[in-house]
Nanobody
Framework: QVQLVESGGGLVQAGGSLRLSCAAS????????MGWFRRAPGKEREFVAV????????SYADSVKGRFTISRDNAKNTNYLQMNALKPEHTAVYYC???????????????WGQGTQVTVSS
């Protein structure tokens, strides 16, 4: 079993930054790829970024490339999503998830956190 707990969300003005954290516990967490997804009001959950088990390989949605950075610290069982130059359209609930491989597909992720709200004001 894997448990994921996100933190770091909040209210920020446009142009500001936030760093989301995802603390993981459970079996063999360090061997899993970790992804971030978001769900904006009235929209489907969408892929944001993913990082492989050792942090060497990352992949981003086109909409966040150059603006968001995913990283992980396996010694702390934590991964991070650094979000810079935020815009109101980035407002969403952000979810951390774990998968056995690098994937952008929601259904490929077996474990999910409860989500953390990010609100960007204009």
């Amino acid at each position: 079993q894997v448990q994921l707990v996100e933190s770091g969300g909040g209210l920020v003005q446009a142009g500001g930054s936030l760093r989301l954290s995802c603390a993981a516990s459970g079996r063999i967490v360090s061997s899993k790829a970790m992804g971030w997804f978001r769900r904006a009001p009235g929209k489907e959950r969408e892929f944001v970024a993913v990082i492989n088990w050792n942090g060497v390989v990352t992949s981003y949605a086109d909409s966040v490339k150059g603006r968001f950075t995913i990283s992980r610290d396996n010694a702390k069982n934590t991964n991070y999503l650094q979000m810079n130059a935020l815009k109101p359209e980035h407002t969403a609930v952000y979810y951390c998830a774990a998968s056995t491989g690098m994937t952008r597909l929601v259904n490929d992720y077996n474990y999910w956190g409860q989500g953390t709200q990010v609100t960007v004001s204009s």
